[in-house]
């Protein structure tokens, strides 16, 4: 079968690999239909994270499921399938709190990688996720938004939740790639009143409207903080901060922004811990981590995706198939997409 493989950073390549086979239990094969490029994955692309050479790419995937181990009792062949970044058991402590993502009994599948023809997923019968018929039931619109099921979106509502956002609330996002722009969309799921995009790009800005963002703060640094304050009650901050970049810098702004007591959802991957103590003295919460892509969060965004209620799919601004994964991902290095989709199927 074809896969992409990292070779060294900035080079990827399509090589022609083993198929995965079920050498376990609570294991599936699945065909995969839609794979994409994370802005997480330009941290060893770039890089400026180690990753080891020649290993198969990827951790996010929609598929049809062509075989299951015989133990499997939830899922069958011919399934339709979300397969999420994450591989939580379903009945550790942290999965029974809705935590999956940080699983104690996490052990990833061993084919290692999403972006390929196939792919092997554990544990199936606990992380998969079922869609209602076959692939060419949907629209390619359709199928680009249920990809987004299997990470970002999951990740941008998980950003959302953990800000405990309110209806009413005045929402402030930093952070305008794929998984900002799908925390808008969770934002106005919560019940935004107010949802403040910081954003310096003209084309991200005007999907972030389109998602539901009210206001955008182009500014950098210092003025980027006074315009959001501006725009709060008595100039206090914001009640909720959805924190989407992982640079310390993004917290320090965060907590810049937000008003005494406000809670800050924390979803980008940190690369430096902030230095600042002002946290503490504005009584500020901060939490988040790995995004829980738990199955009532998976089934919520489902339904909302298949009812047209969102469409996330939009921050797929370019589509490659297989044989040009290189390339989709030097146009998210690049900044020439948002976030880049590959067609399989």
Known sequence: MKAAVFIAPGQIEVQETAKPEIDGENQAIIRVVRASVCGSDLWWYRGIAKREANTLVGHEAIGVVEQVSADVSQIKAGNFVIVPFTHGCGHCVACLNGFEGNCLNQKPGSNGGYQAELMKYEPADSGLVKIPGAPADYTDEQLASLQTLSDVMATGFHAAKNAEIKPGDTVAVIGDGAVGLCGVIGAKLLGSEKIILLSHHENRAALGREFGATDIVAQKGAAAVQQVLALTKEN???????????????????????????????????????????LFWKNIGLRGGIASVTKPDKE???KAVLDGEINPGKVFTKSFDLDHAADAYAAMDQRQAIKSLLVID
């Open 300 to 302: 919520l965004l489902l």
């Open 236 to 278: 206090a901050g914001v009640d909720a901060v959805l924190e989407c970049v992982g640079t310390a810098g993004a917290i320090d702004q965060a907590g810049q922004i937000a008003r005494p007591g406000a809670v800050i959802g924390r979803v980008g991957v940190p690369h430096a811990e902030p230095k600042s103590n002002q």
